[in-house]
C-alpha cells in the first residue's frame, strides 16, 4: 500500500508538471494543443522516473541504462494511451478545454503504468 500511496504522489506531482508545462504552451500560443502535449508529458516523465526511483520502488537491481530503458519503454507505452485518449477526446468534442482532456488521458495511463514499473522496471527479476 505504501507504493502505491508514493506512486499516486508522483503521478500528482507529475500531473502538475504536466499541466503547468501544457499550460504555459498554450498560454503563451507557441504551440497547439496536440503538439504542446509532447514536451508536456516528456517534462512529467522525468519527473516521475525521479520520484519513483527514489521514493516509490527504490533503485532497481539493474544497471541504471537499463533500468532507463525499461522506465521508458513502460513510459513511452503508458504515454500512448494518455496521447490517444487526450487527442481522441479533443477531435470528437471540440470545446472541449484541453485540460479536461487532459484529466481523462492521465487518468487512463495510470493504472496501466503502476503495473508496468512495479513488475517490469522496479521488481525483481535478471536482466534479459
Same mark, same amino acid.
Given at each position: 500500500?505504501?507504493?502505491?500511496? /508514493?506512486? @499516486? ?5 507529475? /500531473? ?9 504552451? @498554450?498560454? /503563451? ?6 503538439? &504542446?502535449? &509532447? =514536451?508536456?508529458?516528456? &517534462?512529467a516523465l522525468v519527473c516521475t522516473y525521479m520520484i519513483n526511483r527514489t521514493f516509490t520502488f527504490g533503485a532497481s537491481h539493474r544497471k541504471v541504462a537499463v533500468e532507463g530503458v525499461r522506465y521508458g519503454s513502460v513510459g513511452l507505452i503508458s504515454t500512448l *494511451?494518455?496521447?490517444?485518449?487526450? !487527442? ?8 472541449? !478545454?484541453?485540460?479536461?482532456?487532459? *484529466?481523462?488521458? !492521465?487518468? !487512463? &495511463? ?11 522496471? /522496479?521488481? =525483481?527479476?535478471?536482466?534479459?
Amino acid at each position: 500500500m505504501k507504493k502505491l500511496t /508514493f506512486f @499516486l504522489f508522483a503521478g500528482a506531482i507529475g /500531473f502538475v508538471v504536466d499541466m503547468g508545462v501544457l499550460w504555459l504552451l @498554450l498560454e /503563451f500560443r507557441m504551440l497547439d494543443p496536440f503538439s &504542446a502535449r &509532447a =514536451p508536456a508529458i516528456g &517534462a512529467a516523465l522525468v519527473c516521475t522516473y525521479m520520484i519513483n526511483r527514489t521514493f516509490t520502488f527504490g533503485a532497481s537491481h539493474r544497471k541504471v541504462a537499463v533500468e532507463g530503458v525499461r522506465y521508458g519503454s513502460v513510459g513511452l507505452i503508458s504515454t500512448l *494511451i494518455n496521447y490517444t485518449v487526450y !487527442s481522441g477526446l479533443l477531435l470528437i468534442l471540440p470545446g472541449l !478545454s484541453p485540460y479536461i482532456a487532459l *484529466i481523462f488521458g !492521465s487518468g !487512463s &495511463a495510470t493504472s496501466f503504468a503502476y503495473l508496468g514499473y512495479s513488475r517490469f522496471v /522496479f521488481g =525483481p527479476g535478471p536482466d534479459l
